[in-house]
C-alpha cells in the first residue's frame, strides 16, 4: 500500500488578541480554527478543538497579554489539547512573549522567567516557536528547538521613513541594552546613531532614571527606539531629556504597547509627537489617544506561517535581520 501525505494547515487563537488572528488568516487566505474556549467558575480554562486535527499542522497564535498568566496558561492548555488529539507538529506564535524581561539574575535570589516559560512550552509539546522582537534574541537559547525570531522593524521603518521625511534624524536608544536594536533602525532610515545612558535604583521595578545624552541630538528629529512600552517611565523621561538638549521633535517606536497605568497619562502629558506601536498586543479604546500610531504585523506573521507550513526560510523574509 502507498499514500501520497497531504498537509493540513489549521491556525487556532486563543482569547488574548482575536483581531490580531483574524488578520493573520486573512492574509493567508485561510478560515479561523475552531476551538471551544470556556472558563469555569474557579477561574480554570477548557479548551476543545471543533474539528479533527489529526495529523495536522497547528498553529497556536497566543499574546501574552494582560492577564498575562491566564493567557499564558490558555496557550499551554491548547497546546496540550492538539497533542492529545494527534496533531503532527505544534507551532506556538507568540507576538508577545509574557516574562521575557526576566531573562537573567540581576541580583540574589531572582527567578529566570523567560526560561521558566521556555521550559513550560516545551513539556506542553510544542515542535516550534515563532515569536516577534524579544526583549533580549538570547531567549531563543532557552528554548532546544526551532524558533523563529520574526521583528516588527520593516513595518516601523516603513512608517517613520514616511513621517520623517526630509529633516535630520537620529535614532536614539533610551538604554545601553537596547543599541544594537537602535542601530538596526539607524541603518534603514540613513540615521545618526544616540544613546541615553539609564540608571535604575537598586531594588527597584518599572523606575528609571535617564542622565546623560552620548551623541548629537540639539536641532534634530529624534526617533526613541524600545522594544515594549509598559509604564512608560523610561520612555517619558527619556524624551524629555532629548527636548532638553535641543531636539526639535521627538519620536517613540515600539513593538510592544503594555500601556500600563499610568502610562496614557504620561504619554499624552509628554512633548512627544508620536507614539508608534503594533499590534503585537491588544489596544483597549480606553487606552488609545490622539498620537498613538498602531501598525499591524499580521502579514510578517501570515509569511512567516506559510514559510513554516511550507518548510521554506523565514530569515529570508527579513533579509536575515530577524535574529
Known amino acids: 500500500m502507498e499514500l501520497v501525505s497531504k498537509k493540513k494547515l489549521v491556525v487556532v487563537t486563543g482569547r488574548a488578541n482575536v483581531p490580531l488572528a483574524q488578520e493573520v488568516v486573512a492574509a493567508l487566505g485561510e ?7 470556556a472558563t469555569f467558575a474557579n477561574g480554570e480554562i477548557y479548551a476543545r478543538y471543533g474539528e479533527s486535527i489529526r ?59 523567560a526560561r521558566l516559560v521556555a521550559d513550560m512550552l516545551t513539556v506542553a509539546g510544542i515542535d ?42 537620529v535614532v536614539v536608544s533610551p538604554d545601553a541594552g537596547g543599541v544594537k536594536r537602535a542601530q538596526k533602525f539607524a541603518n534603514h532610515l540613513g540615521a545618526d546613531l544616540a544613546i541615553i ?9 518599572n523606575v528609571a532614571q535617564a542622565l546623560h545624552i552620548v551623541g548629537e541630538v540639539a536641532g534634530r528629529t529624534c526617533v526613541l527606539i524600545d522594544d515594549m512600552i509598559d509604564t512608560a517611565g523610561t520612555i517619558t523621561s527619556a524624551a524629555e531629556l532629548l527636548v532638553a538638549n535641543g531636539a526639535t521633535e521627538v519620536y517613540v517606536a515600539a513593538t510592544h504597547a503594555l500601556l500600563s497605568d499610568p502610562a496614557v497619562d504620561r504619554l499624552k502629558n509628554s512633548s512627544i509627537r508620536e507614539v ?29 506561517i ?18
Do not use: W
Not at 532546544?144 to 521603518?157: Q, S
Open 31 to 37: 478560515p479561523l480554527g475552531e476551538v471551544h474556549l
Open 55 to 113: 495529523g495536522a499542522d497547528v498553529f497556536i497564535i497566543q499574546s501574552h497579554s494582560d492577564p498575562v498568566n491566564d493567557h499564558l496558561m490558555e496557550q499551554l492548555i491548547m497546546v496540550d489539547a492538539a497533542k492529545r488529539a494527534s496533531a503532527k507538529r505544534i507551532t506556538v506564535i507568540c507576538p508577545f512573549y509574557g516574562y521575557s524581561r526576566q531573562d537573567k539574575k540581576s541580583e540574589g535570589r531572582e527567578p529566570i522567567t
Open 128 to 169: 516550534r516557536v515563532v515569536t516577534v522582537d524579544l526583549h533580549q534574541g538570547q531567549i531563543q537559547g532557552f528554548f532546544n528547538l526551532p524558533v523563529d525570531h520574526l521583528t516588527a522593524l520593516p513595518v516601523i521603518t516603513n512608517y517613520l521613513a514616511e513621517v520623517t521625511a526630509g529633516t535630520d534624524v
Open 197 to 205: 545612558h539609564k540608571r535604575r535604583p537598586r531594588g527597584t521595578i
Open 276 to 304: 508608534i506601536v503594533t499590534n503585537s498586543l491588544p489596544i483597549p479604546s480606553e487606552k488609545q489617544f490622539d498620537s498613538l500610531r498602531i501598525l499591524s504585523i499580521a502579514p510578517l506573521i501570515a509569511d512567516a
Open 306 to 323: 506559510d514559510a513554516v507550513f511550507e518548510d521554506t526560510s523565514v530569515s529570508e523574509i527579513f533579509q536575515g535581520e530577524n535574529f
